[in-house]
């Protein structure tokens, strides 16, 4: 069993930027591909970015492509998600996902396991 918790959320103003962080528990976790997820109010989660298990794979969705960067650091179990130039529209809760698998995927649906998500607020 995998478990995630994020951190990082937080109120930012539109244009600024944050730093969100999950941190795994477990071993081997260069064998779990992971990804990141947002739902704001009324909408379905969506997919925001992903990576695979020794990072040298990303992926973006178009809406966050060229301000948002994933990165890990396996040796210290965690993935964090760097969020620049955000829009009052990024407003959601964040949510990291891990599949055991080295190759990141955009389908929710192909992850098993979920963090308890962070607030992210951008006011215009």
């Known amino acids: 069993q995998v478990q995630l918790v994020e951190s990082g959320g937080g109120l930012v103003q539109a244009g600024g930027s944050l730093r969100l962080s999950c941190a795994a528990s477990?071993?081997?976790?260069?064998?779990?591909?992971m990804g990141w997820f947002r739902q704001a109010p009324g909408k379905e989660r969506e997919f925001v970015g992903a990576?695979?298990?020794?990072?040298?794979?990303?992926l973006y969705s178009n809406s966050v492509k060229g301000r948002f960067t994933i990165s890990r650091e396996n040796d210290k179990n965690t993935v964090f998600l760097q969020m620049n130039s955000l829009k009052p529209e990024d407003t959601a809760v964040y949510y990291c996902?891990?599949?055991?698998?080295?190759?990141?995927?955009?389908?929710?649906?192909?992850?098993?396991?979920w963090g308890q998500g962070t607030q992210v607020t951008v006011s215009s």
């Open positions: 996902a891990s599949r055991r698998a080295t190759y990141a995927v955009n389908s929710r649906l192909d992850y098993p396991y």
């Open positions: 990576i695979s298990g020794r990072g040298g794979g990303t």
């Open positions: 477990g071993r081997t976790f260069s064998n779990y591909a």
